[in-house]
């Protein structure tokens, strides 16, 4: 959110965030249904989106890590759409709703910021559906590595050694994949030279082989 306010603008910023709450692994900071209230932003850790079924089944529909938004699916009916649950240990900043509407009012980049952050949501819930849809299970696989890669390089971090916090459960209900298919995937990559991986240890060995795939 800070990005393009003024020195006099952010304090007003920093005055909405309430303090950071802390959300144990495998605990959810707010349920499908939960009214809501507050956008997040993850401080540190990482977090899930999941989506259940009529019949009870689960779909993970995101990865949201250190500096990402949470909470946006619930401003169209004041309920969320999705529940956000812990990967691991993880905290998350709060910004009450209400009172960042009344701001982006008042500041003008606040409430680009805001449009911003709506736009990318849009664009990565469409390429999520090009995943799905029209990739094979190597595409699929590639594409997440490599999408990993970039969001790490983007905060600082190493675009190459990464920890996967996700199962490979997880995966591939996000991928649209079985568990046996993503594990023969990783494996199939490790024998091509492609990637390292130790448990959840990702190391790329070959970036470029990635993007060819």
Request: proline letters at 2%.
């Amino acid at each position: 959110m800070p990005q393009g306010l003024s020195a006099e603008e952010l304090p007003k910023l920093e005055t909405l965030i309430c303090s950071a709450r802390s959300v144990p692994r495998g605990e959810a900071l707010y349920r499908s249904g939960d009214r809501f209230d507050n956008i997040y932003a993850v401080r540190s850790g990482s977090m899930k989106t999941v989506m259940v079924h009529r019949d009870g089944r689960e779909q993970v529909t995101g990865l949201r890590l250190a500096g990402e938004p949470l909470g946006l699916d619930g401003i169209s009916a004041d309920l969320h759409a999705c529940s956000a649950v812990a990967l691991e240990d993880s905290t998350v900043c709060i910004v009450p709703y209400s009172a960042l509407k009344l701001l982006c009012r008042e500041i003008s980049s606040i409430q680009e910021r805001m449009h911003k952050l709506l736009g990318a949501q849009i664009v990565s819930e469409a390429a999520q559906m090009m995943v799905l849809g029209s990739l094979s299970a190597d595409e699929r696989v590639a594409a997440f590595l490599l999408d990993m890669s970039q969001r790490n390089a983007q905060r600082g971090y190493s675009w190459s050694e990464f920890n996967l916090r996700m199962t490979r459960e997880d995966m591939g209900s996000y991928l649209g994949m079985t568990l046996e298919t993503v594990s023969r995937t990783l494996s199939r990559f490790q024998k091509r030279g492609l990637i390292d991986t130790r448990g959840k240890h990702i190391h790329i060995v070959d970036l470029q082989g990635l993007r060819q795939i």
